[in-house]
């Protein structure tokens, strides 16, 4: 009984001791950059989601670095989102036709209003041109990928630049 007793405590100690080292691998660090008008634009571990596709459908969206922490920073946010269709899981790459109706469709808002139902500064939507989105690795739910877009204001009609887009994002539904 002596000898059983001590294996189970080995054991439990074992478990416990592991516990921690699993439990900081269990998430892949995330990260999304690109240069946004010619300046950094960075999103952080919290402030990405990446949801694996329903039906084929990609959606991954980015805030401001520092966005999401408590209490929430005082300055506006930036936020990204791209949505695309006919995503299987496997490396893929969309170009200028796969954009619009036919496919992704990618959105920035710049200045995020802290008011419910606030106007941001801008609304950008992709528009025909220089548009790329690659998923080039696929490992289990982690994407890593790069983009770069055209996109244009709904107000003014002003053109955005999104280049040397990277990404690496972890979908973190149970």
Known sequence: MKLS???????????CSLAPALLAHA???QQLSA??????????DDGI????PTKGVLNLIAVTKGASTYPPPKTLSDRLGIIC???NGKPVKYQGKDFGSNGCEVKFTKGQSKQPFGEPVAEYEVRDGKNMFEITSVN???IEGKF???LKDKKTK????????????EDRQL
């Not at 007793?5 to 074992?14: G, P, Q, V, W």
């Not at 300046?39 to 952080?44: A, C, G, P, V």
């Not at 002003?158 to 994002?169: C, E, N, Q, R």
């Open 5 to 15: 007793h001590s294996i189970l405590t080995i054991a439990s100690l074992a478990v």
């Open 49 to 52: 989601t990446y949801l694996i």
């Open 148 to 150: 770069s877009f055209e």
């Open 85 to 87: 269709k006919n995503f």
């Open 27 to 29: 998430k892949t660090p």
């Open 140 to 142: 289990g739910k982690v």
């Open 158 to 169: 002003a053109v955005l630049s999104i280049i040397d887009g990277t990404f690496k994002a």
């Open 35 to 44: 240069k946004i008008d010619g300046k950094l634009f960075e999103s952080d």
